[in-house]
Nanobody, 120 residues
Framework: QVQLVESGGGLVQAGGSLRLSCAAS????????MGWYRQAPGKQREVVTT???????NYADSVKGRFTISRDNAKNTVYLQMNSLKPEDTAVYYC??????????????WGQGTQVTVSS
């Protein structure tokens, strides 16, 4: 099994910054893609940003230039640095980690979610 533990959410004023972390643990053989998604009240979950095992990144247009994803492979951890936050960034943020367990079984797990609230 793979467990994901998120941290770093909270309340911040518009223009402020937050850093989210998501640490994976368990019987993993390898981790491939890692990413962050968010879900605002009354809306569907949407992708914010992803990063491959090689470090290639993709960002939603709404966060380009403000958010930065990074990963520490030694710690099996993915980070999301969020700068210049806007009220429309308010949502529950979920990390997603994909890879293979020992025995080459694929896994695709979600974190528990962390609330980010940006006040105007």
């Amino acid at each position: 099994q793979v467990q994901l533990v998120e941290s770093g959410g909270g309340l911040v004023q518009a223009g402020g910054s937050l850093r989210l972390s998501c640490a994976a643990s368990g019987s993993m053989f390898s981790i491939n893609a890692m990413g962050w998604y968010r879900q605002a009240p009354g809306k569907q979950r949407e992708v914010v940003t992803t990063i491959t095992s090689g470090g290639s990144t993709n960002y939603a247009d709404s966060v380009k230039g403000r958010f930065t994803i990074s990963r520490d492979n030694a710690k099996n951890t993915v980070y999301l640095q969020m700068n210049s936050l806007k009220p429309e960034d308010t949502a529950v943020y979920y990390c997603n980690v994909q890879g293979f367990l020992r025995g080459y079984l694929r896994f695709d797990n979600w974190g528990q979610g962390t609330q980010v609230t940006v006040s105007s």
